[in-house]
């Protein structure tokens, strides 16, 4: 077996990972590997912002599907995530949206993550942004992530804010400020016609540095450990040799909400029970580990447009053509744009703080890993923010190059399905708002046949039948203070040594909107950690 020693071996190189190499190899001079089982972010798809869709389908990412769902019908539950470096940053439609205030207190205040309340973590987030409109109390202007208007604003977004504003819904132009609430255009991870990804805001500029290794087409097999300490990773090449990883100070795993899990519990922490099943000895016996599974989730009201102002067929025939002569010259036109421009944060039950999300879409995404719709059409899509409802993971197999056994457990709290009623009740009222109604033909989901009305049955078969991911996992290694939880505040791993996660899995709840921002933070407080330990 060859072996390779390092001080710090980080495991996943999607959004976190790419924060925290780069952090560790940067303000010291420890040796990093950062191991990725997928490419080195080369696909053109990635880099375009328009193309996310096409980056989407495409051998940078897999999907990890849910055993029949009950709370879906016994319809399974696909969750589409980024295998490559970046991660969903590189895949995903690049909002940039932190959460509330509030989601940080709560942390902090209910979960027992002291040290993790929004006045803690808002340094954070603004040490690692260049925004390019906003400075103030909220925003940072000299950090490396660019966070930017979007470009070229489709006019059939505009009309959608209009009708938000003309429902009720207050307008803002900074969902990342005081508060949350409104209608308005998003600030995005895309600017001068490029994303803005982790791999390239974060990773590039220290890749000429002689400390840190990036290893692709890698996959993580299990931790060793003396003792009870983390010693070494063992992974497969992309020829499926054994690589020992040793690390000579720590392990921290960033392989997200499904990966990172998995790779604990072949590594003998988890579930004694669940380990047993698969033949693995108990290092650790934590229940933990693969519970607190959560997602938000959709259910887009979904009208066709009655002339030719959406994005359909844009990218065939002389469209295309133009789109792409505009771009590649000019470096300006729809290409530079990452489509879902708009969208609003809403309070729908007057508790004072917003609980669905809306994307405003010139266009019909479908579901995931299919390509948009094949029509003109808009889509005013609702989401949960905080849902109720709680998965877990298992294994499906010892071979780490399998995909965990997922229970998704969607919509089994009816707290979650009550909150998409009323999302797709205000959605339905958008469309047929003055100005925009006019724009709009027959509604293609939940269809005329189907009242929003209190009580429709109807209406929640037709939630069940369309509900999808929002490409947003969380949990599955719960930070907290308690016995129970997976990592403790410092994001170490309870019960061994040498060990820590800093990805989306330690969110005890998921934060109130998109999840890259907080996953760029919670990699970047983990080097906070780390280097002060040292």
């Known amino acids: ?294 997602d938000h989730v959709g259910a887009p009201v979904t009208r066709r447009l009655k002339d030719a102002r959406g994005l359909f067929g844009a990218d065939t025939g002389l469209a295309a053509l133009r789109h792409g002569l505009d771009y590649a010259l000019f470096k300006r036109g729809l290409l530079t744009s990452n489509l879902l421009q708009a969208g609003a944060c809403v309070d729908t039950t007057g508790s004072g703080r917003p609980d669905v999300q809306y994307n405003f879409a010139p266009f019909a995404p479908d579901a995931p890993g299919k390509p948009p719709l094949p029509f003109h059409a808009i889509q005013v899509h609702p989401m949960t923010m905080r849902p109720r409802s709680r998965g877990y993971l298992g294994l499906a197999s010892t071979d780490p190059r399998d995909a965990p056994r997922f229970h998704a457990s969607t919509l089994s709290d009816d707290h979650d399905l009550d909150t998409l009623r009323r999302g797709v009740r205000l959605a339905r009222d958008i469309c047929e708002q003055p100005g925009l109604r006019e724009l709009l033909g027959d509604e293609v989901w939940p269809g005329a046949d189907v009242s929003s009305t209190t009580g429709s049955n109807a209406l929640d078969d037709a939630i069940r039948a369309q509900a999808r991911t929002i490409f947003h996992p969380a949990g599955t290694c719960r930070m907290g203070s308690d016995g129970e939880a997976v990592v403790d505040t410092q994001l170490r791993v309870r019960g061994v040594e040498g060990l820590r996660v800093a990805d989306c899995s330690v969110m005890p709840a998921l934060t109130s909107g998109n999840t890259n921002a907080p996953t760029l933070m919670i990699a970047d407080r983990c080097a906070d950690a780390i280097l002060s330990d040292d």
């Open 1 to 294: 077996m060859k072996e390779q020693t390092y001080d710090y071996v980080i495991v996943g190189g999607g959004a976190a990972g790419c924060v925290l190499a780069s952090r560790l190899a940067t303000d010291s001079d420890a040796r990093v590997a950062l191991v990725e089982r997928g490419d080195a972010d080369t696909n053109r798809w990635i880099h375009i912002p328009a193309t996310f869709f096409k980056a989407l389908q495409s051998r940078d990412t897999d999907t990890v599907t849910s055993e029949p769902d009950p709370s879906l019908d016994d319809k399974p539950f696909p969750v589409p995530q980024g295998r490559v470096l970046g991660g969903g940053s590189s895949v995903n439609g690049m909002i940039y949206m932190r959460g509330q205030a509030a989601d940080y207190d709560d942390w902090a205040d209910r979960h027992g993550c002291i040290g993790w309340s929004y006045a803690d973590v808002l340094p954070v987030f603004k040490r690692q942004e260049r925004n390019t409109r906003l400075a103030d109390a909220y925003h940072g202007t000299d950090g490396p992530l660019v966070v930017a208007d979007p470009s070229a604003p489709h006019p059939v977004a505009a009309q959608i804010i209009a009708a938000a504003h003309s429902a009720g819904i207050a307008a803002t132009d900074d969902f990342n400020g005081a508060s949350q609430a409104g209608a308005g255009w998003y600030q995005v991870t895309a600017h001068a016609g490029k994303r803005q990804s982790a791999a390239t805001c974060f990773l590039r500029p220290a890749l000429t540095r002689e400390n840190l290794t990036v290893l692709t087409h890698h996959h993580a097999a299990h931790i060793e450990f003396s003792q009870r300490r983390a010693t070494a990773l063992i992974c497969l090449d992309a020829h499926g040799e054994t690589l020992k990883l040793r690390a000579a100070r720590e392990i921290v795993l960033t392989a997200g909400s499904f990966h990172s899990p998995k790779l604990l519990m072949l590594s003998g922490i988890g579930p004694a029970a669940e380990l047993r099943r698969h033949g693995i000895r108990a290092l650790h016996d934590t229940a933990g580990v693969g519970a607190n599974y959560q």
